[in-house]
């Protein structure tokens, strides 16, 4: 089996900035699409942004022009740079990828255990 470790998150002021990272805790096959997601109490896990293997990005509106995603395929590492930060961005972070353990083996899907991210207005 694989983990995902997750680091970076914490408290911020609104207008701030955080970054966060996500490495799987072993070497492995392959990892295609990595993403990260986010549930604020009382909400479901929604979609912040996903990175497929070959690079292409996609943001919820919420988030468009203030986060990026980028991945660092070396190191099994996937990031998320937050910038501009509100109050309503405050919510637990959750990494996800796509992974296969070995050569032949299909792909399963994992998650990291989550990282809180609070913003104060």
């Known amino acids: 089996q694989v983990q995902l470790v997750e680091s970076g998150g914490g408290l911020v002021q609104a207008g701030g900035f955080l970054r966060l990272s996500c490495a799987a805790s072993?070497?492995?096959?392959?990892?295609?699409?990595m993403g990260w997601y986010r549930q604020a109490p009382g909400k479901q896990r929604e979609l912040v942004a996903v990175?497929?293997?070959?690079?292409?990005?996609n943001y919820a509106d919420s988030v468009k022009g203030r986060f990026t995603i980028s991945r660092d395929n070396a190191k099994n590492t996937v990031y998320l740079q937050m910038n501009s930060l509100k109050p309503e961005d405050t919510a637990v972070y959750y990494c996800?990828?796509?992974?296969?353990?070995?050569?032949?083996?299909?792909?399963?899907?994992?998650w990291g255990q989550g990282t809180q991210v609070t913003v104060s207005s």
């Open positions: 996800n990828a796509e992974i296969s353990l070995r050569a032949g083996v299909r792909a399963d899907n994992y």
């Open positions: 072993r070497s492995i096959f392959r990892i295609y699409a």
């Open positions: 990175i497929s293997g070959g690079g292409n990005k």
